[in-house]
């Protein structure tokens, strides 16, 4: 049965829904770059430095400790970032689920209400007819 706040229950469900897989989409990216920068971490601490040799070695191995650092950098800002974006993502899903569970209320209360009119009308129509039926067996009575 359909009711005045059917459709409305079925796109903010798919509201909630969109919601739903954006949070997990963004869920699915913070434990990535987490994933990620915790490899950065152990490349950086992988990288060894020379401690005798030659200077463009040295060099080297400071350029590369230098990148790494940038790149674990880099990272640490990504994930704040992924991480804002799930906390604002975790406040629109709340705000979806709120807006899906007042009109499917609505919806619920309409159809509580109709199906007591329902009751209400079956109710009236079995007592004209047993009222009908009284009559008709009173009225043979008073022919016999």
């Not at 009711?3 to 869920?27: A, C, D, F, G, H």
């Not at 990272?75 to 629109?92: D, T």
């Amino acid at each position: 049965m359909k009711t005045k706040y059917s459709p409305l229950v079925q796109v903010k469900k798919n509201i909630m829904q969109k919601s739903e897989r954006v949070l997990q989409s963004t869920n699915a990216k913070l434990y990535r770059l987490q994933d990620e920068l915790k490899s950065s971490i152990v490349a950086l601490d992988s990288i060894v430095t020379p401690s005798s040799g030659k200077i463009s070695e040295f060099l080297s191995s400071k350029t590369l400790l230098e990148s790494q650092r940038l790149l674990i950098q880099q990272k640490e800002a990504l994930l704040f970032s992924v991480q804002e974006e799930m906390k604002e993502a975790k406040a629109q899903l709340k705000v979806d689920m709120i807006e899906y569970e007042k009109f499917n209320y609505l919806d619920l209360q309409e159809r509580k209400e109709f199906e007591e009119r329902k009751k209400r009308e079956e109710a009236k129509e079995l007592d004209e007819v047993a009222l009908l039926i009284y009559s008709k067996t009173a009225q043979n009575k008073e022919k016999i």
